[in-house]
């Protein structure tokens, strides 16, 4: 096994996906992820790899889409402001059924915005990457181990559905230094892309388009889209649960949030609260079923996020209102602290007696 | 009180049942340290931070080294938290720190008033003439820079005061620390490995 | 029996969709023509924008990526650092590319990216019926400027190949017209060139192609070719703008 080592979570990421294949990125500056691009500027033309610092996030969304439909394996970054202009190519990839790697190191919005952590993109990633019918898986690691072993599955996927995939991490999680176990270096083994456009002739010639003029045509592809989706949320939804057993509160946080709360609900249980955590891991597809199985026993659920509640309506579709969903969140680039969640799990432990 | 993980992340797993098996240590063995470094950039406060994040690393042990980053690249304040545990890091911003070196009396007035009662703050007394006004803290002032130059040590103030931190919370044993000095100085500079070595016994000391 | 005459195999059967008098036609010819003359079919990648030009990727008989409006050079330059081997190239109209497209076409041509870039400028949008252009010329009546482009609000024509030829990536920038059978014989030596200079690996190589749009402009056909000679050319003359073959490419 690979040895463990002090890493910046920009930087695993970008070694991540170098160890998964990744030989092409595309990108543009932008605090606080610009580590990622900063070490793929140094790492890739060592490996006969590509990186290039595009005009915008625009062109570089667009260089990716053509290094997909071309059969690369490939990737871009940014963070918050960066990924709406990266929306238009994105919902352009979805559409070419083309695959590739976002990572949003999301910060405060809207706008400018600020530049500290935040989660306040999850509408975004989750319900409108770009415009139309379309769905990004989207993985919301919470450490930089976790981000590390994500990049690799999320190629993966993304290759296998032919769709555009996310990392949703944050400021926190792309700035921090951890101990972390890289996969082994070695040859990895792409799938092969017969549709890719990167030369053929006559009869077996290759198209990556969005464009379907006919009304009937557009929506016979969109609803085989659909269909994959909804195999990929059978198959490919991912959630962690701790102490939920018993739980009658349930704190429910992704990415990095959810450590705080699992901080949280190891106070409460030390204080005698029956509290327990449940992760999304994935966001797209979202763990519904889990929340089913835990509104079953839980009394009340606690919806933590570095927004203003983003998420919380999912929880609550996902419960189906059969329990309180409450919410508590920071936003603007604060990250809540274990003692304010705690607060407010004993505020429901109060309520639910 | 019985608290299961189950995780259903393939890779995830691995960290878990790390921390499981870690948690049945004799917590006697191995502090916890949450620790809050601060001063001006150019201090040396965020490679302070890499170093007893690094020891905590070579121990085996959790750790987390979070920076402060905004948009001066210099002479604005820098600050950084670091976590060292036995089980996984829960929250890796440190807002109620047990540890806290301060470099610089902005620093001084943001940082101090935040440490958990029972908790060690080092001064760098060269640099900040303020006395902590507190007597449920451990406080050693520190006179680094003045030290630094009185002993050839010139650009170790960090170390210095990193050393009184180590002896004063004792987050590592002085064998991980030595030995992190030498994994963590970069090749082309080893030249400075003892010298980083002399100033941590001399902050220890001191 | 001597086949004197055919269509070039780097085209498609599919019938083209554009107006009765439009140019398109001749320039979707002279670049397949060009790629069949290379002998490069099976390693072409053509890239398609938004305008009149959105379906090239149905005649072009080659590997065709559609990009969004305006990002074809981002979206080729995606592909040629993927396979520089192949011959890439992006087929643009006007607003396409010196409009919404100016950024992704002037870093392009800056960075040197090795591809071609046929532009078809004909000084309106025709897929969306007949808006100012950013090369639509001064007092020009188009639906969006009705009592003529007005300079002093909506500014000047860009002139692309003269502000691409300013640019040290760009290896090869030439601007025909395909008005007269003359011209249309420079236009297929012109694009023939850029290809050979993409070949050689010399960088970035643009024709630019005045072209007519009678729909939009209310001309018939051959008034629309009086109309480019009289107008279009003496804002936008025809010539090769640069040329860096004899240096090895550009600098």
Same mark, same amino acid.
């Not at chain 1, 415009?131 to 690691?141: K, M, S, T």
């Given at each position: 096994m690979s040895q463990r080592v002090l890493m910046k979570g920009n930087e695993a990421l970008a070694e991540a996906a170098v160890r998964a294949g990744c030989r092409h990125f595309f990108g543009y500056p932008i605090t606080p992820q610009t580590e990622l691009a900063a070490y793929m500027a140094k790492r890739l033309p060592k490996i006969g790899g590509c990186f290039l610092q595009a005009e915008s996030e625009i062109a570089a969304i667009n260089m990716v889409l053509g290094a997909s439909a071309a059969g690369a394996r490939v990737m871009t970054s940014s963070s918050s402001p960066g990924i709406s202009l990266k929306t238009e190519g994105i919902s352009y990839i979805a559409g070419s059924d083309l695959p590739a790697l976002i990572i949003n190191i999301q910060r405060g919005g809207p706008g400018l915005g600020g530049i500290q952590p935040s989660q306040a993109d999850y509408w975004q990633a989750t319900k409108a990457p770009g415009h139309g019918d379309l769905h990004i898986l989207v993985f919301a690691p919470n450490s930089v181990q976790e981000m590390v072993d994500t990049v690799a599955s999320a190629f993966a996927l993304a290759d296998e559905y032919r769709m555009p995939a996310m990392i949703l991490a944050d400021g926190m999680l792309g700035q921090m230094m951890e101990p972390v176990v890289l996969p082994e270096e070695g040859n990895v083994t792409l799938p092969e892309k017969p549709w890719a456009t990167n030369g053929h002739a006559g009869e077996v010639r290759n198209i990556a388009n969005s464009l379907y003029i006919e009304a009937a045509e557009l929506e016979r592809l969109v609803k085989a889209r659909f269909e994959r989706y909804a195999e990929i949320e059978e198959k490919h939804s991912r959630h962690e649960t701790y102490g939920l057993e018993d739980a009658e509160i349930v704190v429910t946080a992704y990415g990095a949030t959810a450590r705080v709360a699992k901080a949280a609900v190891r106070d409460a249980r030390a204080k005698g609260i029956k509290a327990g955590l449940l992760r999304p891991v994935t966001l797209w597809p979202f763990p519904k079923k889990a929340f089913e199985d835990a509104a079953k026993s839980a009394k009340a659920f606690l919806c933590v996020e /570095?927004? /203003?509640?983003?998420m919380v309506d999912d929880v609550r579709l996902a419960v189906q209102c059969k329990r309180p969903v409450e919410f508590y969140g920071r936003t603007g680039g604060i990250i809540p602290t274990p003692a304010e969640v705690l607060a407010e799990i004993e505020k429901l432990a109060g309520g639910a007696e | 009180m019985s608290v299961k993980d189950t995780n259903v992340f393939e890779r995830g797993s691995d960290v878990a049942d790390r921390e499981n098996a870690e948690r049945d240590l004799p917590v006697t063995v191995r502090r916890d340290v949450n620790t809050v470094l601060a001063g001006f950039g150019g201090q040396g406060i965020l490679f302070m931070g890499k170093v007893i994040a690094y020891a905590g690393l070579l121990d085996g042990r959790e750790v987390s080294w979070l920076p402060s980053y905004g948009p001066e690249m210099r002479g604005g304040t820098a600050n950084c938290s670091v976590c060292i545990s036995d089980a996984q890091i829960g929250c890796p911003l440190v807002t109620a720190p047990d540890a806290l070196i301060v470099m610089n009396q902005p620093s001084f007035e943001k940082f101090v008033p935040t440490v958990k009662p029972g908790g060690v703050i080092v001064v760098e007394s060269s640099i900040i003439t303020a006395k902590v006004e507190c007597n449920n803290v451990a406080v050693h002032y520190v006179p680094a820079t003045t030290l630094a130059e009185q002993h050839g040590l010139k650009g170790l103030a960090n170390i210095i005061l990193m050393g009184k931190l180590l002896a004063a919370a004792g987050f590592c044993s002085v064998e991980t620390m030595t030995e992190t000095i030498k994994k963590i100085v970069p090749a082309r500079k080893a030249h400075l490995i003892p010298k980083n070595i002399e100033a941590i016994e001399l902050g220890m000391k001191a | 029996m001597a086949i004197v005459f055919q269509k070039p195999k780097s085209l498609t059967d599919v019938p083209l969709h554009y107006c009765p008098g439009c140019t398109h036609g001749i320039i979707h010819r002279l670049v397949a023509e060009a790629v069949d003359g290379l002998d490069m079919q099976a390693k072409t990648v053509g890239v398609a924008p938004v305008g009149c030009a959105v379906f090239a990727y149905n005649y072009f008989n080659c590997d065709m990526v559609e990009a969004p409006h305006g990002r074809a050079p981002a979206v080729a330059t995606g592909v040629k650092r993927v396979c520089p081997q192949n011959l890439v190239f992006t087929y643009q109209g006007d607003g396409d590319l010196a409009a919404i497209g100016t950024a992704e076409i002037v870093h392009a041509a800056s960075r040197g990216e090795n591809i071609t870039v046929i532009f078809v400028n004909n000084a309106i949008y025709g897929m969306t019926g007949g808006q100012m252009a950013p090369t639509s010329l001064p007092n020009q009546v188009t639906q969006t400027s009705p009592y003529g482009r007005d300079v002093k609000t909506a500014g000047y024509p860009i002139r692309v190949c003269e502000m691409l030829s300013t640019l040290t990536g760009t290896a090869y920038a030439e601007r025909v017209s395909v008005d007269n059978v003359p011209n249309i014989r420079k236009t297929a030596k012109a694009i023939r060139k850029a290809f050979e200079i993409q070949k050689a690996g010399l960088g970035f190589s643009i024709v630019e192609v005045l072209s007519t749009c009678p729909t939009n402009w209310g001309l018939s056909p051959v008034e629309s070719l009086d109309w480019l000679r009289d107008n279009m050319t003496p804002y936008y003359p025809l010539g090769v703008y640069k040329d860096t073959t004899n240096e090895g490419g550009a600098a």
């Amino acid at each position: 096994m690979s040895q463990r080592v002090l890493m910046k979570g920009n930087e695993a990421l970008a070694e991540a996906a170098v160890r998964a294949g990744c030989r092409h990125f595309f990108g543009y500056p932008i605090t606080p992820q610009t580590e990622l691009a900063a070490y793929m500027a140094k790492r890739l033309p060592k490996i006969g790899g590509c990186f290039l610092q595009a005009e915008s996030e625009i062109a570089a969304i667009n260089m990716v889409l053509g290094a997909s439909a071309a059969g690369a394996r490939v990737m871009t970054s940014s963070s918050s402001p960066g990924i709406s202009l990266k929306t238009e190519g994105i919902s352009y990839i979805a559409g070419s059924d083309l695959p590739a790697l976002i990572i949003n190191i999301q910060r405060g919005g809207p706008g400018l915005g600020g530049i500290q952590p935040s989660q306040a993109d999850y509408w975004q990633a989750t319900k409108a990457p770009g415009h139309g019918d379309l769905h990004i898986l989207v993985f919301a690691p919470n450490s930089v181990q976790e981000m590390v072993d994500t990049v690799a599955s999320a190629f993966a996927l993304a290759d296998e559905y032919r769709m555009p995939a996310m990392i949703l991490a944050d400021g926190m999680l792309g700035q921090m230094m951890e101990p972390v176990v890289l996969p082994e270096e070695g040859n990895v083994t792409l799938p092969e892309k017969p549709w890719a456009t990167n030369g053929h002739a006559g009869e077996v010639r290759n198209i990556a388009n969005s464009l379907y003029i006919e009304a009937a045509e557009l929506e016979r592809l969109v609803k085989a889209r659909f269909e994959r989706y909804a195999e990929i949320e059978e198959k490919h939804s991912r959630h962690e649960t701790y102490g939920l057993e018993d739980a009658e509160i349930v704190v429910t946080a992704y990415g990095a949030t959810a450590r705080v709360a699992k901080a949280a609900v190891r106070d409460a249980r030390a204080k005698g609260i029956k509290a327990g955590l449940l992760r999304p891991v994935t966001l797209w597809p979202f763990p519904k079923k889990a929340f089913e199985d835990a509104a079953k026993s839980a009394k009340a659920f606690l919806c933590v996020e /570095m927004s /203003m509640g983003q998420m919380v309506d999912d929880v609550r579709l996902a419960v189906q209102c059969k329990r309180p969903v409450e919410f508590y969140g920071r936003t603007g680039g604060i990250i809540p602290t274990p003692a304010e969640v705690l607060a407010e799990i004993e505020k429901l432990a109060g309520g639910a007696e | 009180m019985s608290v299961k993980d189950t995780n259903v992340f393939e890779r995830g797993s691995d960290v878990a049942d790390r921390e499981n098996a870690e948690r049945d240590l004799p917590v006697t063995v191995r502090r916890d340290v949450n620790t809050v470094l601060a001063g001006f950039g150019g201090q040396g406060i965020l490679f302070m931070g890499k170093v007893i994040a690094y020891a905590g690393l070579l121990d085996g042990r959790e750790v987390s080294w979070l920076p402060s980053y905004g948009p001066e690249m210099r002479g604005g304040t820098a600050n950084c938290s670091v976590c060292i545990s036995d089980a996984q890091i829960g929250c890796p911003l440190v807002t109620a720190p047990d540890a806290l070196i301060v470099m610089n009396q902005p620093s001084f007035e943001k940082f101090v008033p935040t440490v958990k009662p029972g908790g060690v703050i080092v001064v760098e007394s060269s640099i900040i003439t303020a006395k902590v006004e507190c007597n449920n803290v451990a406080v050693h002032y520190v006179p680094a820079t003045t030290l630094a130059e009185q002993h050839g040590l010139k650009g170790l103030a960090n170390i210095i005061l990193m050393g009184k931190l180590l002896a004063a919370a004792g987050f590592c044993s002085v064998e991980t620390m030595t030995e992190t000095i030498k994994k963590i100085v970069p090749a082309r500079k080893a030249h400075l490995i003892p010298k980083n070595i002399e100033a941590i016994e001399l902050g220890m000391k001191a | 029996m001597a086949i004197v005459f055919q269509k070039p195999k780097s085209l498609t059967d599919v019938p083209l969709h554009y107006c009765p008098g439009c140019t398109h036609g001749i320039i979707h010819r002279l670049v397949a023509e060009a790629v069949d003359g290379l002998d490069m079919q099976a390693k072409t990648v053509g890239v398609a924008p938004v305008g009149c030009a959105v379906f090239a990727y149905n005649y072009f008989n080659c590997d065709m990526v559609e990009a969004p409006h305006g990002r074809a050079p981002a979206v080729a330059t995606g592909v040629k650092r993927v396979c520089p081997q192949n011959l890439v190239f992006t087929y643009q109209g006007d607003g396409d590319l010196a409009a919404i497209g100016t950024a992704e076409i002037v870093h392009a041509a800056s960075r040197g990216e090795n591809i071609t870039v046929i532009f078809v400028n004909n000084a309106i949008y025709g897929m969306t019926g007949g808006q100012m252009a950013p090369t639509s010329l001064p007092n020009q009546v188009t639906q969006t400027s009705p009592y003529g482009r007005d300079v002093k609000t909506a500014g000047y024509p860009i002139r692309v190949c003269e502000m691409l030829s300013t640019l040290t990536g760009t290896a090869y920038a030439e601007r025909v017209s395909v008005d007269n059978v003359p011209n249309i014989r420079k236009t297929a030596k012109a694009i023939r060139k850029a290809f050979e200079i993409q070949k050689a690996g010399l960088g970035f190589s643009i024709v630019e192609v005045l072209s007519t749009c009678p729909t939009n402009w209310g001309l018939s056909p051959v008034e629309s070719l009086d109309w480019l000679r009289d107008n279009m050319t003496p804002y936008y003359p025809l010539g090769v703008y640069k040329d860096t073959t004899n240096e090895g490419g550009a600098a």
